[in-house]
């Protein structure tokens, strides 16, 4: 009979990094399929839901930008609606003055918010809390007022886009559509790997005071200067589409503060620092816009009761009271350690 082998064994952990999660992967797919659906909108919808579709694409937008700027650079801008104002106006003058195809127009009239924002954030950055909030305020003012006075865009008369009827309906509900559809995957899907990227430790890092998140390394000063560049690009995003959907622009309602007062009850009603509060803020005002819009100075008396009511009481916002009660992400950004399983390894 012979001699059974001694085996020697040892037990080493093996060490799992989780970034998905269920509830992850099924937002994702949800995610993909809603673009989708957005993308294809003149194959199944009326041109007054894709203009309503369009609109709340517009809010998402916008609303992710503020997050962004405010929820991780630490930035409290009220005044992110002079970029889109500003891209809006490039639109049209690209296009009705110079004729250049609007839709290709729309992506020219990005370089203006990306050159005015460098100058911008040079000029305000050494502005602190109200001081810098207070500075965007005024850049603001100082467009609109520009706007209004300067004969390349009519002045205060505004501008009307007639070259869009040289297309169909059907054409500009598909143009319209698809850029809805890419104005999403770019704040939405762009934030979301900024975040789940290696910038994103730096980033969690901006929200501490300048010399705490210096003192790792962090490239504070830069990382800063780049979201805002990139907050004003999405936020010109937003505004050249909403207003080739309109037709019109004028001074007032390009550098209408509505802008920034809707970013910041979705933002801090919905949760701020995170996809899925933008979302659900955007969708309940998207609601109660349509529902109770007719009310007038009531309505946004009630909104902004609902906006102080949050930052008392529940400063996370609604996502941040779900997330409480239920570990379920849309958009895991976290890095988890699951329980290591003891891998077995044979020694003879």
Same mark, same amino acid.
């Given at each position: 009979?012979?001699?059974?082998?001694?085996?020697?064994?040892?037990?080493?952990?093996?060490? !799992?990094?989780?970034?998905?999660?269920?509830? /992850?992967? &099924?937002?994702?797919? #949800?995610?993909?399929?809603?673009? %989708? $659906? *957005? =993308? !294809?909108?003149?194959?199944?919808?009326?041109? /007054?839901? &894709?203009?309503?579709? #369009?609109?709340?694409?517009?809010? %998402? $937008? *916008? =609303?992710?930008?503020?997050?962004?700027?405010?929820?991780?650079?630490?930035?409290?801008?009220?005044?992110?609606?002079?970029?889109?104002?500003? =891209?809006?106006?490039?639109?049209?003058?690209?296009?009705?003055?110079?004729?250049?195809?609007?839709?290709?127009?729309?992506?020219?009239?990005?370089?203006?918010?990306?050159?005015?924002?460098?100058?911008?954030?040079?000029?305000?950055?050494?502005?602190?809390?109200?001081?810098?909030?207070?500075?965007?305020?005024?850049?603001?003012?100082?467009?609109?007022?520009?706007?209004?006075?300067?004969?390349?865009?009519?002045?205060?008369?505004?501008?009307?886009?007639?070259?869009?009827?040289?297309?169909?309906?059907?054409?500009?509900?598909?143009?319209?559509?698809?850029?809805?559809?890419?104005?999403?995957?770019?704040?939405?899907?762009?934030?979301?790997?900024?975040?789940?990227?290696?910038?994103?430790?730096?980033?969690?890092?901006?929200?501490?005071?300048?010399?705490?998140?210096?003192?790792?390394?962090?490239?504070?000063?830069?990382?800063?200067?780049?979201?805002?560049?990139?907050?004003?690009?999405?936020?010109?995003?937003?505004?050249?589409?909403?207003?080739?959907?309109?037709?019109?622009?004028?001074?007032?309602?390009?550098?209408?503060?509505?802008?920034?007062?809707?970013?910041?009850?979705?933002?801090?009603?919905?949760?701020?620092?995170?996809?899925?509060?933008?979302?659900?803020?955007?969708?309940?005002?998207?609601?109660?816009?349509?529902?109770?819009?007719?009310?007038?100075?009531?309505?946004?008396?009630?909104?902004?009761?609902?906006?102080?009511?949050?930052?008392?009481?529940?400063?996370?916002?609604?996502?941040?009271?779900?997330?409480?009660?239920?570990?379920?992400?849309?958009?895991?950004?976290?890095?988890?350690?699951?329980?290591?399983?003891?891998?077995?390894?044979?020694?003879?």
């Amino acid at each position: 009979m012979s001699a059974i082998p001694y085996v020697a064994t040892t037990e080493v952990p093996e060490v !799992v990094v989780q970034r998905q999660t269920r509830s /992850g992967r &099924i937002a994702m797919t #949800l995610a993909v399929l809603a673009m %989708i $659906a *957005v =993308a !294809v909108m003149p194959w199944w919808a009326s041109t /007054g839901t &894709i203009r309503s579709v #369009l609109v709340l694409c517009c809010y %998402i $937008a *916008v =609303a992710q930008m503020w997050n962004l700027l405010a929820g991780y650079a630490g930035l409290v801008s009220v005044g992110q609606h002079a970029f889109m104002g500003a =891209a809006g106006y490039a639109l049209f003058v690209l296009a009705q003055t110079y004729g250049i195809n609007p839709f290709v127009a729309v992506f020219l009239s990005l370089l203006v918010p990306a050159a005015l924002a460098v100058p911008i954030y040079l000029l305000l950055h050494r502005l602190d809390g109200p001081y810098f909030s207070i500075g965007t305020w005024v850049v603001a003012e100082v467009f609109r007022l520009t706007a209004s006075n300067l004969p390349l865009v009519n002045s205060g008369a505004g501008m009307s886009l007639r070259v869009m009827k040289d297309y169909s309906a059907f054409e500009r509900n598909v143009a319209m559509s698809l850029l809805c559809a890419g104005m999403l995957l770019v704040t939405l899907g762009g934030s979301y790997w900024l975040l789940r990227s290696r910038f994103c430790l730096a980033l969690i890092a901006l929200r501490s005071p300048p010399v705490s998140a210096s003192s790792p390394g962090f490239p504070f000063l830069k990382l800063r200067f780049l979201i805002y560049v990139a907050s004003a690009v999405g936020c010109g995003l937003a505004g050249a589409i909403y207003f080739m959907a309109q037709l019109r622009i004028t001074p007032g309602s390009a550098f209408d503060p509505m802008w920034a007062n809707v970013a910041i009850f979705i933002v801090m009603v919905g949760g701020i620092g995170s996809i899925e509060g933008v979302l659900i803020g955007s969708l309940i005002f998207f609601i109660a816009d349509r529902w109770f819009g007719e009310y007038g100075a009531t309505y946004f008396v009630v909104l902004g009761l609902m906006t102080l009511l949050v930052a008392l009481y529940a400063r996370t916002g609604i996502w941040g009271l779900i997330s409480k009660r239920w570990d379920a992400p849309w958009f895991p950004i976290r890095r988890k350690l699951v329980d290591p399983e003891p891998l077995t390894r044979r020694i003879s």
